[in-house]
């Protein structure tokens, strides 16, 4: 992919994004293992598509599987927004940003395991790191936008 003057878009990004891409791949695949642990809490605990959460007077197991649910529901909330700060925050600071990408995505691993014991507080326990994580991202690319308006 070539910019204005046949210069590639790739070359003049900074050689360590390639870690910022990596670790948005990294999160690829930790978003399809979570959404794969909700397709078997469906089959377990019997809660069938298109009812997105189960109803507790209707399903001795609706919490555990509502807790599965949410778990990657919020993960899903989340990601536009940490794709935009890791992909625009690694642009200036890209060994950091994808240091703190994979904090993130190791934070949300935790959060999704802890929301599914159906114990929703144990979601924060080491899951709290993801929230610790996203505002080091935005600080990255808060610090990216100025430094764009200060050259």
């Known amino acids: 992919m ?3 003057g046949g210069v590639s878009v ?3 990004l900074p050689r360590e994004y390639g870690f910022v891409v990596l670790v948005i791949v990294l999160y690829g695949f930790l978003n399809f293992w979570m959404a794969f642990q909700v397709g078997r809490a469906r089959k377990r605990y019997k809660v069938f598509y298109p009812t997105m959460y189960a109803i507790e007077s209707e399903n001795k197991d609706a919490k555990l599987f509502n807790c599965v649910q949410r778990g990657h529901q919020n993960s899903l ?8 700060v890791l ?8 060994v950091l940003g994808a240091a703190l990408g994979m904090l993130y995505a190791v934070g949300r691993f935790f959060y999704f395991k802890g929301y599914s014991t159906g114990i929703p507080d144990n979601r924060l326990k080491l899951g709290g790191l993801s929230f610790l994580a ?18």
């Open 2 to 4: 070539t910019g204005e």
């Open 10 to 12: 790739v070359a003049a």
């Open 77 to 84: 909330e989340m990601l536009p927004l940490f794709l935009v």
């Open 87 to 94: 992909s625009l925050g690694g642009l200036q600071h890209p």
């Open 134 to 151: 996203m505002i080091g991202l935005i600080l990255c690319t808060s610090s990216t936008g100025i430094h764009l308006l200060m050259r």
